[in-house]
């Protein structure tokens, strides 16, 4: 499929005398021509980063949309723009399907293109111009067609994710069947899932996988949609809604490889409204290496669908906005930041479920804990793996005061406090605040909650609660 887009390319290229590269409409790089030449600034540095990183950046996404492109049906001209890192001039052909827009054909113009007729409002287009027209409507339906198959695959992974322990052995049988008709998959190869968290959702047209190596499936689920409960019944969507608070998991779902629930609090209270995270199926070369995992995960982490989400979410930017300050333990997970979490590897499809909570979970806890990093395994969560699957923290009613937003400057001394093992003077220096002042703050935690921060239980109560508050 790939080498089709390839020779696809190179006939635009030649047929106009002009570079040209073909992206699909997240700007992910899918194939590029030749450039011939001795002028270093036909590479400028916004077609020189696409092609060494295989994707053109949010920022750049955005100025070039600014034209209008993914709303044209002919082809548009793009001036240069120095300060922006366009060197060169771009006539842009819009890949379309059926009306949908699946990504965008590049020409870079030295010069010679400037007077090419690119029709529109009653002029025809110079026939150059239709013929790479008609060409990258070839190339739309090749990814028309990727892109459903994609859809279908995703839908048989969400299915299997979803299904009930009595139908998973169907579920896992009938994408084992799409995935071998689509030569992605091998039986007996390791697995493993990657969750993406947020993922933006609002784009709802079918769009094809990046190409990256493993990625064999995915699929985005909105948010509160939960999985199946220990009895094997999938809850409905309006009771998904309300009992995932956090998550994306049913009331109570534990996290163990089968699958056991945990403990809930009846009338919790959701901490923040519940993220759209995406689901994705990677393919691994060994059961002991997950590096292809986390290529995916980086990749999707870097992409538009991820940077619109953490942007919704009031947090815009590609860095998941860790600062110094949240490496400072500033005890309250940042509403907008944006993680990914990988779980063990499986050769069943089977158990797949299983790997997508352990997925989930890391996801959770690299999004509330930044020294985890914005991908997290979940087998190196170490005590994240016991706290993801706790109920609510608000719920507690020792520590449900010290939570209220009044009083976070208090939560992050005293969550400060005990990852330093109690030990006041590493924690003033880590708050950058005089022990006094630590003194006088751990005072108030105790009269807030009634604990008793000599008490190891108090203490492990209280650490636990103010760990999972975040998640």
Same mark, same amino acid.
């Given at each position: ?21 073909l ?21 400028d ?6 092609i ?25 001209r793009i001036?240069?723009d120095?300060?922006?890192?366009v ?9 379309r399907?059926?009306?949908?827009v ?12 400037t007077d090419?007729?690119l ?24 990814l ?14 969400r299915?299997?994710l ?17 995935l071998?008709d ?9 697995l493993?899932?990657?969750?993406v968290l ?8 079918a ?16 948010? =509160? &949609?939960?999985l199946?409960? %220990?009895? #094997?019944?999938? +809850? $409905?969507? *309006?009771?998904a809604? /309300? ?6 998991r ?5 996290t163990?490889?089968? =699958? &056991?629930?945990?403990?809930? %609090?009846? #009338?919790?209270? +959701? $901490?923040t *409204?519940?993220a759209? /995270? ?7 070369r ?21 940077? *619109? ?6 947090r ?13 333990r ?21 158990d ?15 999004r ?38 009044a ?8 969550e400060a ?28 935690v ?11 239980e ?14």
């Amino acid at each position: 499929m790939r080498g089709d887009y390839q020779q696809l390319v190179d006939e635009i290229s030649s047929a106009l005398s002009a570079p040209a590269t073909l992206e699909d409409r997240d700007f992910g790089l899918i194939a590029f021509g030749a450039h011939e030449g001795d002028d270093d600034e036909v590479m400028d540095p916004v077609r020189t980063r696409s092609i060494l990183q295989r994707r053109s950046s949010a920022a750049v996404r955005a100025w070039f949309e600014a034209f209008g492109i993914a709303r044209a049906k002919t082809a548009l001209r793009i001036p240069p723009d120095p300060a922006a890192g366009v060197f060169k001039g771009r006539i842009c052909l819009p890949v379309r399907h059926r009306g949908i827009v699946h990504g965008y054909v590049w020409l870079l113009d030295d010069g010679h293109l400037t007077d090419l007729a690119l029709g529109g409002e009653g002029t025809p287009p110079d026939p150059r111009i239709a013929q790479a027209m008609e060409t990258a409507a070839r190339i739309g339906a090749l990814l028309a067609d990727e892109a459903r198959a994609g859809s279908e695959l995703g839908d048989l992974l969400r299915e299997l994710l979803y299904s009930a322990p009595g139908g998973r052995a169907a579920a896992a049988a009938a994408l084992d069947d799409a995935l071998r008709d689509s030569l992605r998959f091998t039986p007996g190869v390791p697995l493993t899932l990657v969750a993406v968290l947020p993922w933006d959702t609002t784009d709802t047209d079918a769009a094809p996988l990046p190409s990256l190596p493993g990625l064999l499936a995915a699929c985005a689920l909105p948010a =509160g &949609a939960g999985l199946p409960d %220990a009895g #094997g019944a999938a +809850p $409905s969507a *309006a009771a998904a809604t /309300v009992a995932q608070p956090r998550d994306g998991r049913p009331e109570g779902r534990g996290t163990g490889s089968e =699958g &056991a629930t945990g403990g809930a %609090a009846a #009338g919790r209270t +959701p $901490s923040t *409204a519940p993220a759209p /995270v995406l689901a994705a199926l990677v393919r691994l070369r060994s059961p002991n290496s997950l590096t292809p995992a986390h290529t995916v995960a980086e990749h999707l982490l870097r992409s538009p669908r991820a940077s *619109a989400a953490r942007a919704a979410a009031g947090r815009p930017g590609g860095d998941d906005g860790r600062t110094k300050r949240d490496t400072a333990r500033n005890g309250a997970a940042a509403a907008g930041s944006g993680a990914a979490g990988i779980g063990t590897a499986t050769q069943e499809l089977t158990d797949l479920p299983a790997a997508w909570r352990e997925a989930l979970d890391a996801a959770r806890a690299a999004r509330a804990e930044p020294r985890l990093g914005a991908v997290a395994q979940w087998d190196t969560l170490g005590a994240y793996r016991l706290l993801t699957a706790l109920p609510d923290a608000t719920a507690d009613p020792a520590v449900r005061p010290l939570l209220a937003p009044a009083h976070t400057e208090l939560a992050r001394t005293a969550e400060a406090f005990l990852d330093c093992a109690g030990q006041a003077g590493r924690t003033a220096q880590l708050l950058g605040i005089h022990r006094q002042t630590l003194y006088y703050r751990l005072g108030r935690v105790e009269k807030l909650t009634g604990l008793d921060l000599a008490e190891g239980e108090d203490r492990l109560l209280l650490h636990m609660a103010l760990k999972s508050a975040r998640l």
